[in-house]
C-alpha cells in the first residue's frame, strides 16, 4: 500500500468547491496526477450543495470564500459525520485569518491554495 511519501493515493474521489475557474483546473490537475479522480467541480456553494449527496466523494476541496455561501456554511448543511466526506478547507488566506471557525467547522483540515499538494491533501485527510 502507498504511503504517503509516494504521494500516492488509492481510491480517493474528489468534488472541488471554488469561484475560480482557474484555480480548480489547477487543483484538478495536480491532484489527477497524483491519483486521485476528481469527479466534480463547482463554482459556488449551492451547486456543491447539489451534486455532493449525488457524487458521494471521498474528499470535498472547498474554498472559504464562495460567492453565495461561504464554505463554513456549506459545511453546516452537509453530513460530514465519520461516513461523509472529509471536508478539507483551502484559501489564498492563512487559517488564522478565520480564528477559530476553521477547528468548529467540522473540516478535516485547512490548507492555504498555494500549499495544496498530493502530500498536504493525503496528510489533512489521514488526521481525520
Known amino acids: 500500500m502507498p504511503t504517503l511519501c509516494d504521494h500516492a493515493v488509492v481510491a480517493r474521489t474528489v ?11 489547477q487543483a484538478a490537475q495536480l491532484l489527477a496526477a497524483a491519483g486521485y479522480e476528481v469527479v466534480g467541480s463547482c463554482p459556488d456553494g449551492r451547486s456543491a450543495l447539489a451534486v455532493l449527496p449525488t457524487l458521494r466523494p471521498d474528499v470535498v476541496l472547498l474554498d472559504v470564500q464562495l460567492p453565495d455561501i461561504d464554505g463554513f456554511r456549506v459545511i453546516a448543511q452537509l453530513d460530514v459525520g465519520s461516513h461523509g466526506p472529509a471536508i478539507v478547507l483551502v484559501s489564498s488566506r492563512e ?34
Open 15 to 25: 468534488v472541488i468547491v471554488d469561484d475560480h475557474a482557474g484555480f480548480r483546473a
Open 95 to 128: 487559517a488564522a485569518d478565520y480564528g477559530a471557525r476553521v477547528g468548529r467547522s467540522g473540516a478535516a483540515g485547512f490548507i492555504t491554495k498555494a500549499e495544496l499538494s498530493a502530500r498536504s491533501l493525503a496528510e489533512v485527510v489521514a488526521r481525520r
